[in-house]
């Protein structure tokens, strides 16, 4: 009886593993740029300042057990396009959400902007991805646009780019500087992920 006993609790133990942990799916929050790499820039702003911050809150605010949130940079370090690819990849995330800001030399040109890739491997879901996050936007989704960026194309997980505002303007740049600001970013994209 005691072997039973303990032949059962093992199995439990094995089981409970096997649900958490192991078999959680992954979600890739890829960061434009970082170090060398400043991306576009305005006045005393970065962009790979803003999309460091910005993912870091995604994580911050992230409490679903079941799924893992993982960052292809976690600090202001450059990672080639190819090492970035080949990171997530390695990791088959169930999608990637990549994240940039804009900078136009039309200082009044404002708001979101989405990036999809035809020729990603997962185009279908990728477009899917792409409208749920439009949704929670605000934006068209006749306005989701097709680029074969190198992370957007390469990947073979579905994936999305998210040029979160222009720089160059200000209501968007209040906003993506702001903590206030970054924290709703982040609150939406997390509710994408969490929906998905």
Not at 8 to 15: F, K, M, S, V
């Amino acid at each position: 009886m005691k072997i039973l006993t303990k032949f059962i609790g093992i199995a439990l133990l094995a089981l409970t593993f096997a649900f958490t942990g192991a078999n959680n799916e992954i979600v890739v929050i890829d960061i434009g740029h970082g170090d060398k790499d400043p991306g576009a820039q305005f006045e005393n702003v970065s962009e790979k300042d803003l999309v460091l911050s910005i993912a870091k809150k995604i994580v911050d605010q992230h409490s679903n057990n079941y799924l893992k949130i993982v960052l292809t940079r976690y600090s202001d370090e450059f990672l080639s396009l190819e090492d970035r690819t080949k990171k997530i990849n390695g990791l088959n995330p169930k999608f990637v959400i990549s994240l940039h800001t804009n900078l136009n030399e039309d200082e009044s040109k404002k708001g979101t902007e989405l990036y999809i890739s035809k020729n990603n491997k997962e185009a279908e879901k990728s477009k899917q991805l792409a409208q749920n996050i439009a949704a929670t936007f605000g934006i068209e989704n006749d306005q989701i646009k097709n680029a074969d960026f190198g992370i957007l194309k390469n990947v073979n997980s579905p994936a999305v780019m998210i040029e979160l505002g222009f720089l160059s303007n200000d209501e968007d740049r209040k906003i993506m500087t702001s903590e206030i600001g970054q924290i709703e970013l982040a609150h939406k994209i997390l509710s994408v992920i969490n929906k998905d």
